[in-house]
């Protein structure tokens, strides 16, 4: 993901949440520590990730899929690539916050082996009023993610899209 993808990536934003990200701070994720990663289909770019990582621990920070694209394989795909590239990074533990009521990313975490570890109460915007995150865990065993392409999922990735 470069500058010149950061406007397609706020439009998929805007279309994906209820409280999407301003173009600023996809600007502000282009730095060193920072994995941000847009999947393109044909023309233009149909998703993103974005994770960061310090002292070993990353922290998943963003992930949505265009909704003409969604159900394909594409969110699977994207998480993926950025726990393998957390990986290589030697990054040992991932953590996310996804809204309680968000079955579908839920569902798509849980597939991938996190874990609920915690709530955080009213942690997001909704309309006017707040809700709920759930924070979920995956540890990362480096040698499961080595470039030879021994991640577990990998059957699961190999699906048609
Ligand atoms: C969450 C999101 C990224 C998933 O992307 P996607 O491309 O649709 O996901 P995939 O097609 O790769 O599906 C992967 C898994 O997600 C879950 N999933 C996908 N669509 C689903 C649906 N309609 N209902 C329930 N679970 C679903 C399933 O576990 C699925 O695995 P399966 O196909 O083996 O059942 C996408 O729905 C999205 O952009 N949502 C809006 C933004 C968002 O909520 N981001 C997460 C913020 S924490």
Partial sequence: MGVSDVADVARIERLSSPAPWEDDLFRGCLRPDYLCRVMEQGAGVVGFAIANHAAGEGHLLNL???????????????????????????????????????????????????????????????????????????????????????????SWLEQEM
């Fill in 64 to 154: 949505a899929v265009h909704p003409d694209w969604r159900g394909r394989g594409c969110g699977r795909r994207l998480l993926w690539t950025v726990l393998r590239l957390l990986a290589r990074r030697r990054v040992t533990s991932v953590f996310l916050e996804v809204r309680r009521s968000n079955e579908r990313a839920i569902a798509l975490y849980e597939r991938f082996g996190f874990a609920v570890i915690g709530m955080r109460q009213d942690y997001y915007a909704r309309g006017n009023g707040r809700e709920d995150a759930l924070t979920m865990r995956r540890e990362i065993d480096g040698a499961e993610w080595t470039a030879s392409g021994g991640a577990p999922v990998d």
